[in-house]
């Protein structure tokens, strides 16, 4: 039996998820075993049914976790955490707390923009301007943590100025290098939390402290 399985609204999601899962130490949690499921219907799907899909995994999973955008839900939801709430009563019928729902408002792409240096980097970036300021001088806005209110399309803007194929394993290489640590989105936080308390670091042998 294995440790997680996630179901996704999209591929985008799968490797920005698989890009911070695969560094257990920077999330601060054991190494997991774990797999991903992606719901063809995307967000509205996951919230339509989502949680009858993972009801189909309990056999070969301790732990199941439901992600989705908060843009795109089609949910009469007012905001993201009373959706969760709602997802996560329909996901205890089955899994009677060994399952959570992270709604990421309004989208996960806004969990690439920790740093610029990293994106940067994955990206090849040459303009002689910040990424954030070429995106600003082309008229984006930025919330008050410095990222694009539109980050999805924000972040495929950039992609397209660097002339690199649109390809959901730039999500992935971007979260694998991230300061974790220092993410500052909610719904990242509501993530962590639960990793953490399903799968806890294990303890460091005192002989090892310095």
Request: glycine share 6%; with cysteine.
């Amino acid at each position: 039996m294995q440790d997680l399985v996630l179901l996704v609204a999209d591929k985008n999601a799968q490797f920005a998820l698989r890009g911070a899962l695969q560094r257990p130490q920077a999330m601060g949690i054991r190494r997991i075993e774990f797999d991903f499921r992606v719901h063809p219907g995307r967000d509205g799907g996951t919230r339509k049914t989502g949680p009858e899909i993972l009801k189909l995994e309990k056999r070969r999973f301790r732990h199941a976790m439901l992600i989705r955008d908060f843009e795109g839900s089609g949910s009469e939801c007012t905001d993201a955490v009373s959706l969760e709430e709602h997802l996560d009563v329909r996901l205890n019928n089955t899994w009677h707390g060994c399952a959570k729902s992270i709604v990421i408002e309004p989208e996960s792409d806004i969990w690439l923009w920790g740093s610029d240096n990293t994106m940067q980097q994955v990206l090849r970036w040459t303009a002689p301007i910040p990424i954030r300021t070429w995106l600003q001088n082309r008229g984006y806005n930025f919330n008050s943590e410095g990222k694009p209110e539109r980050p999805k399309e924000a972040f495929e803007e950039v992609v397209r100025r660097c002339q690199l194929p649109r390809s959901s394993s730039l999500y992935e290489e971007i979260t694998g290098k991230l300061s974790l640590k220092r993410c500052t989105d909610s719904a990242y936080h509501r993530l962590a939390a639960k990793l953490t308390e399903w799968f806890p670091a294990p303890a460091i042998p005192q002989s090892d402290i310095r």
